[in-house]
């Protein structure tokens, strides 16, 4: 470097913006700033600027709504403030792109859930002990749909009526529940709050990562039993689909946790294996394509497609069962059904707590042979695991970082802690691996306590490919991607609309999409994204 004492300060200022442009030139959404129309420029200061007024005026100590107030301060307490903003606002309109980490189990939300489960007849519940005032805080139901000939005539969770452990229908459950519990509206409060993460849990009693993955874990032991029913899985999977929509996602990659190997059907029964789901799933997209293109929206909704996925607690055999499970069902289901883009088994994944689950090595050999597998048989089914999701440096969960590399990864579900390898970082840069970063997921599952120490400036800073995610929105409450484009826009002075363009376009360029359907998705996306861009561009006229 020159010796700064025998420069004028003219020449120091220009060294300085050269110096300082020449490391931002490394950033992911560069290449896009000698191209902007001029309504991407426009909209890009406007957005700006009302990120500037609304962090003095509503991100500010003055607001004394709020204790500790900060942009991209704690989800869970900021969200009722988050929507009332202008930027929120905004964000809500933006075409998105695609959703690429979507745990299917946990995409609608809960009341959602709820009213779809009380609509059904055959729904009961059950609990360890019978609730009372004080048990209730702790107590978890379960949920299953019984066959009629099992009905329980039972129509009481509480007080000595109940023998612990029997099922109750879940509408009597409800009808009845106890009025000092709250009534029939301290009945959904309860289920609700057992399916949900509230600040409390997250900033108090649960604090630390495994503290608060033993809640988030109970969230599911919970839903599964609402969701897996496959008169309300259907519906669900639309609502899922309809509400991402809405939000401005055309495109949908979901992880579906094939763990429970059937689903109840109609009748109650406990049978429906996982092609059915898939079928049910393409039916699904296909009834929400419809909808649109009857709605005068056709285009807005391309379609989804599914990551096969299992628990990372399973023994090395039976995870190699669902490798197997998974290889048939990509063989059996082609991509395109019917000219349309529905499903294929298109990726496959281990998930579930990686700091307190297995490791990826400990299925090396039928990871490897999966491989081997398509081979044979002549199909690709690419790899798309979790991996880095840990405050681990140099631990068994954090070195699936390495392996997920090693056997080929597409992109990384998370890499939280990518940040820490210069090697991983080069590589992920060179290959082209994305990061399907999820900042909300993150700061609830408490890797990080807020969003200016989230580190996804450092992944774009590298020119690192990042698709933004919800992970588990009906758990965390970021339903949509606006949410998490939010906390990401008001973290970073650096971070523009620019470069939340760029995020979207990179969802669909790291999407699995066949080179035909991405480059149509990209094309449309890029209309929609010119016209949103005009649309804001006119809000600071
Ligand atoms: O952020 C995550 N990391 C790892 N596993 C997850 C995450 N979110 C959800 N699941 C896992 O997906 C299954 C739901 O079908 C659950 O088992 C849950 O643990």
């Not at 008169?231 to 055309?250: A, C, K, L, M």
Request: proline share 5%.
């Amino acid at each position: 470097m020159t010796d700064a004492s025998v420069l004028s300060v003219q020449e120091y200022i220009t060294k300085r913006e050269a110096f300082i442009n020449e490391e931002r030139s490394l950033r992911r959404e560069h290449a896009r700033l000698a191209v902007l129309s001029d309504a991407e420029a426009q909209a890009d200061r406007v957005v700006r600027k009302i990120r500037a007024e609304e962090a003095r005026t509503i991100w500010s100590e003055e607001n004394e709504a709020a204790e500790n107030i900060f942009p991209g301060m704690e989800f869970l307490t900021s969200r009722d403030i988050i929507v009332k903003t202008r930027l929120f606002n905004i964000l809500t309109k933006m075409p998105k792109g695609a959703l690429l980490h979507a745990h299917l189990d946990a995409m609608v939300n809960t009341r959602t859930l709820l009213r779809l489960a009380l609509e059904q007849p055959h729904m009961h519940i059950r609990v360890p002990n019978a609730l009372s005032a004080s048990s209730i805080k702790t107590m978890l139901p379960e949920f299953e749909v019984r066959p009629k000939e099992e009905w329980s005539t039972l129509s009481t969770l509480a007080g000595a009526f109940y023998t612990p452990g029997e099922w109750v229908p879940m509408q009597k459950a409800r009808e009845s529940f106890p009025e000092e519990l709250g009534g029939p509206q301290g009945f959904d409060a309860w289920v609700i709050g057992c399916l949900t993460i509230n600040p409390a849990e997250a900033y108090g009693t649960h604090k630390t990562t495994d503290k608060i993955w033993e809640k988030f874990a109970n969230t599911f032991r919970v839903s599964i039993g609402l969701i897996r029913y496959q008169p309300i899985w259907s519906q669900y999977i639309r609502e899922f689909f309809r509400t991402s929509v809405e939000d401005g996602i055309s495109y949908i990659e979901a992880r579906i946790n094939f763990g429970p190997k059937t689903m109840f059907n109609a009748e109650g029964h406990n049978v429906v294996p996982a092609r059915e789901w898939v079928l049910m799933f393409a039916e699904a997209i296909q009834v929400v394509k419809q909808e649109m293109k009857d709605s005068g929206r056709d285009g807005a909704f391309l379609g989804a497609r599914i990551i096969y996925t299992t628990i990372r607690m399973y023994t090395p055999d039976e995870v190699e069962w669902y490798t197997e499970e998974c290889l048939a069902l990509k063989q059996e289901f082609p991509d395109i059904i019917a000219g349309e883009l529905l499903y294929s088994s298109l990726g496959f994944d281990l998930v579930g707590h990686e700091d307190s689950l297995y490791p990826l090595t400990y299925y090396m050999p039928q990871l490897l042979r999966f491989k081997e597998r398509q081979k044979e048989l002549g199909i690709d089914v690419p790899y798309i695991f979790h991996a880095g999701e840990t405050l681990g440096d140099g631990t068994p969960a954090e070195n699936n970082l390495y392996d997920a590399i090693l056997l080929g990864t597409k992109r990384i579900g998370h890499g939280f802690s990518l940040a820490k390898h210069p090697k991983l970082l080069q590589i992920c840069k060179e290959r082209g691996i994305a990061i399907e970063m999820c900042p909300i997921s993150n700061e609830i599952l408490r890797l990080t306590s807020s969003m200016p120490m989230h580190p996804l400036p450092i992944i774009v800073n590298h020119g690192i490919p990042v698709a933004l995610c919800s992970d588990d929105p009906a758990v965390f409450g970021n339903m949509g991607l606006s949410f998490d484009y939010f906390q990401v826009l008001v973290s970073s002075e650096l971070t523009g609309l620019t470069m939340l363009g760029q995020i979207a376009r990179d969802s669909l360029e790291y999407s699995t999409l066949n080179p035909e359907a991405k480059a149509e998705a990209l094309s449309a996306w890029e209309q929609s994204w010119q016209k949103f861009c005009k649309e804001v561009a006119t809000l600071g006229a």
